[in-house]
């Protein structure tokens, strides 16, 4: 499945709600069209409160109290994303970087959880880090799905014992560098760290003989092994990788890039002699919120 398909094909309800809250808002944003989305809304009493990125709610806002208001800052946001990228280059990251796993649905109301994470890149060489999440309260009005109000632009992790605990100071690094990141700072009472991964299944097997298939097994194995310490990608801050053969290392990159996160862990790379069969093998360590 790519970024750009619906994961709700066989739920009608959630399937409509994914369509309107990540399908058409995105393609109307990077279009600066606001008519393409504007009838998924409710205008009547529709309002917008502004998390304003901090995840005390004493310090939230009713910045917008009817939709003209929301519908003026959206266009300035579209705007100015369309001034400093280039469409077709954020399209997929913006896709990529948009979550909405979470519907729960009662009757004629549902509550969507919408997540931002990722990073796009801009015209100037910079890229722009997205990090907050939104909760839409959407209403069934006839046979279709509206939006009729939000809670928006809270930070990722709610409560300050959840914050980030990894940071990536400015840091100059050399113009052939790779995914990864030259220096992380990390604060954190946790450390998790899984032993090298290598791309077996739950019997043993090496699944494929292709290197890519390879990387990309043995990166979601190391997924696997975190989230059973409660960790993801998004909290490693130092990669090991061993390749047998440091030829492949460009295309080892591609899938990496896909998989990972930014801000990339710090990395260390080597070529070295493996299991017979094996072309990858990756550990990580990670900083536990």
Not at 112 to 118: L, M, P, S, T
Not at 220 to 245: H, P
Request: aromatic residues 10%; glycine residues 6%.
């Amino acid at each position: 499945m790519s970024v750009f398909d619906n994961p709700f094909v066989r739920d009608t309800d959630r399937a409509e709600i994914w369509e309107i809250l990540v399908h058409r808002d995105l393609e109307a944003f990077l279009r600066v069209d606001w008519d393409a989305t504007k009838d998924d809304f409710i205008e009547d009493g529709f309002f917008g409160i502004d998390g304003k990125g901090r995840d005390n709610p004493d310090d939230w806002a009713m910045t917008f109290p009817d939709l003209a208001s929301y519908k003026f800052l959206w266009l300035e946001a579209a705007q100015q994303n369309a001034d400093e990228t280039d469409l077709e280059a954020v399209r997929e990251p913006m896709y990529a970087a948009s979550r909405l796993t979470s519907i729960d649905i009662n009757g004629t109301t549902a509550i969507a959880h919408k997540e931002i994470k990722g990073a796009i890149p801009k015209r100037d060489g910079s890229k722009e880090i997205l990090d907050w999440q939104s909760l839409y309260v959407m209403r069934k009005v006839g046979k279709s799905w509206k939006i009729s109000s939000f809670v928006g632009y809270l930070p990722s992790v709610m409560g300050g014992v959840g914050k980030s605990p990894i940071t990536a100071p400015p840091a100059e690094q050399h113009v052939t560098a790779g995914p990864y990141s030259p220096v992380l700072s990390v604060k954190t009472d946790e450390i998790v760290v899984i032993s090298g991964q290598v791309a077996v299944d739950l019997a043993g097997d090496i699944t494929s003989e292709n290197l890519e298939e390879q990387s990309r097994q043995t990166l979601e194995n190391c997924k696997r092994q975190l989230a059973n310490a409660g960790c993801d990608l998004s909290d490693v801050f130092k990669a090991n990788i061993y390749l047998t053969d440091l030829d492949g290392w460009d295309r080892f990159n591609k899938v990496y890039r896909q998989v990972m996160p930014e801000p990339y862990p710090a990395r260390t790379a080597i070529q070295a002699v493996l299991l017979p069969g094996l072309l990858v093998e990756i550990e990580m360590w990670a900083a536990k919120k």
